[in-house]
């Protein structure tokens, strides 16, 4: 039996893609946090993303802390990470990695916005300018003050 050229070159891409999720940084989460919020995503994507970005994505190992009583937290995250079809994080597929806001800027989509929420983001330099915008745009709430003062002190 043989396989169609087509066939090849479409399994040949899948081998390629990586298997292991590399963490994008902390901070991209906790700036689109109000967004996620709005897109009522997983409570287990909301409590990684919290905790997460608690440890402040510090080179902390996260096998080292634990997500619930059976699951660290590296563990939870690949296990979650790994059902993402393949083919929608090869960067031909790309368009289904955005939307655009009411202003018509570029935005993660909802299904990005849940990967940034579990510490992945298949375009880091991307979402890296999109969270400088919506951070120039914001001005930060309660919350944010709270927590930077708390991390001056420590």
């Known amino acids: 039996m043989r396989l169609s050229n087509a ?11 990586e298997v292991n999720f590399p963490k994008c940084p902390e901070d991209y989460g906790f700036v689109l946090r109000h967004i996620a919020g709005k897109l009522h995503l997983s409570s287990d994507s909301q409590k990684f993303r919290k905790v997460y970005w608690d440890i402040h994505g510090r080179l902390i190992d996260l096998t080292r802390i634990m997500f619930d009583e059976h699951t660290d937290m590296a563990r939870k995250r690949q296990l ?27 935005m993660p989509s909802r299904d990005h916005i849940e990967w940034i929420c579990w510490g992945f983001t298949p375009d880091v330099e991307e979402v890296g300018r999109i969270c400088q915008r919506i951070a120039r745009q914001q001005p930060p709430d309660t919350e944010t003050v709270r927590l930077y003062r708390a991390q001056a002190l420590l």
């Open 7 to 17: 066939r090849l070159r479409e399994l040949e891409r899948d081998i390629q893609l």
């Open 80 to 106: 979650v990470l790994q059902r993402i079809p393949r083919k929608k994080l090869h960067p031909e597929n790309s368009h289904l990695w955005w939307d655009e806001d009411e202003h018509g800027d570029k």
